[in-house]
């Protein structure tokens, strides 16, 4: 079957850093994307990770070990407005339609 | 605003009765995603078309579902006779066309709407 487990929750103080990790299990595996979602939101896209390695976009960077079957997210300078819930979502071809994971919803207190 | 539009946002029906929404992609985007999601759930994939062309249909998804995008603009996902667990929110997205040799390198975010919240009575 197809599975995507990440932590549901993460709570990490303002300032801070947090990284929030996520296995998949897919017939097939293409990428590793992130999304963002406010509550009441539409999910935002975050980054994507192809190959294996780290991205860095800003304070977010994702990483990827295909031979492990697992990726991050890593925020960096935790702010308020960070809180949301975070998706990792796997691409099994090049049609890119996402599996998506259950969410982590990420709690940061002052 | 050239964002990712669906209308209606909240639509309450009673069960048994059709619905039809509808999403009007960025315009320059080819590819039209819809989704389903459900509180404290990710998105769950639907359906996808590359242009007019429906290229995948979840195999989760009943015959009750259908969807179509005729112009290669808009599309519209109707659901026939409702049931409760029909209640979600159903999210598109559209992407723009792959350039170049496509590989893992390359890869063209999803721009989500606002979803249309469905409530069967």
């Known amino acids: 079957g197809q599975s995507l487990e990440q932590p549901s929750e993460v709570t990490a103080v303002e300032g801070a850093i947090v990284q929030i990790n996520c296995t998949y299990q897919?017939?097939?595996?293409?990428?590793l994307s992130w999304y963002q979602q406010h509550d009441g939101g539409a999910p935002t896209f975050l980054s994507y990770n192809g190959l294996d390695g780290l991205e860095e976009t800003g304070r977010f960077s994702s990483f990827l070990s295909r031979s492990d079957s697992y990726g991050y997210l890593l925020l960096q300078e935790l702010q308020m407005k960070d809180s949301a819930s975070y998706f990792c979502?796997?691409?099994?071809?090049?049609?890119?339609?996402?599996?998506w994971g259950a969410g982590t919803k990420l709690i940061i207190k002052p | 605003d050239t964002g990712v539009s669906q209308d209606p946002r909240h639509k309450i029906t009673k069960r048994g009765q059709n619905v039809t929404f509808r999403c009007d992609p960025i315009?320059?985007?080819?590819?039209l995603y819809w989704y389903r999601q459900t509180l404290g759930q990710g998105p769950e994939f639907l359906t996808y078309f590359q242009n007019e062309a429906q290229l995948e249909k979840s195999r989760l998804l009943s015959d009750r579902f259908s969807a179509e995008r005729p112009k290669g603009s808009f599309s519209t996902l109707e659901i026939q006779r409702t049931e409760q667990g029909d209640s979600a929110m159903y999210l598109c997205a559209s992407s723009s066309p792959l350039t170049g040799a496509v590989n893992e390198f390359s890869y063209n975010e999803q721009f989500f709407g606002p979803g249309t919240r469905l409530t069967v009575l």
């Open positions: 315009s320059e985007h080819n590819r």
């Open positions: 979502a796997v691409s099994e071809d090049s049609n890119y339609q996402l599996i």
């Open positions: 897919t017939s097939g595996f293409y990428g």
